[in-house]
Nanobody
Framework: QVQLVESGGGLVQPGGSLRLSCVAS????????IGWFRQAPGKEREGISC????????WYADSVKGRVTISRDNAENTVYLYMNNLKPEDTAVYYC?????????????????????WGQGTLVTVSS
């Protein structure tokens, strides 16, 4: 079964850190670029980071650049999203997604509405 499963969300104080995990099964990280997306209440979904499948190129949205690092562990078939200096406006449900037809981040981020594989999401709440 092809799927993605996120974990690592939770309640964190402003300025805190979290590590989100996205575990892939039924395919390998060489098969498709993995994107991280988030959706805050009442807002549109936003692509925030991505790592390409073959060469590991990374991409970050301006809203998180400098505070977020994406990485992958091919042995664990897992992509991580390290988030630092979290702000209340980072509160959202975070999703990882991919499409086995897309190995580049430009495609995953651009056509996010049509990606074939999405995780169930993990909630991040930044509040004091």
């Amino acid at each position: 079964q092809v799927q993605l499963v996120e974990s690592g969300g939770g309640l964190v104080q402003p300025g805190g850190s979290l590590r989100l995990s996205c575990v892939a099964s039924g395919f390998t990280l060489d098969d498709g670029a993995i994107g991280w997306f988030r959706q805050a209440p009442g807002k549109e979904r936003e692509g925030i980071s991505c790592i390409s499948s073959r060469d590991g190129d990374t991409w970050y949205a301006d809203s998180v650049k400098g505070r977020v690092t994406i990485s992958r562990d091919n042995a664990e078939n897992t992509v991580y999203l390290y988030m630092n200096n979290l702000k209340p406006e980072d509160t959202a449900v975070y999703y990882c997604a991919t499409d086995l037809a897309f190995r580049s981040c430009s495609m995953v981020i651009t056509v996010q509405d049509h990606l074939e594989i999405w995780g169930q999401g993990t909630l991040v709440t930044v509040s004091s």
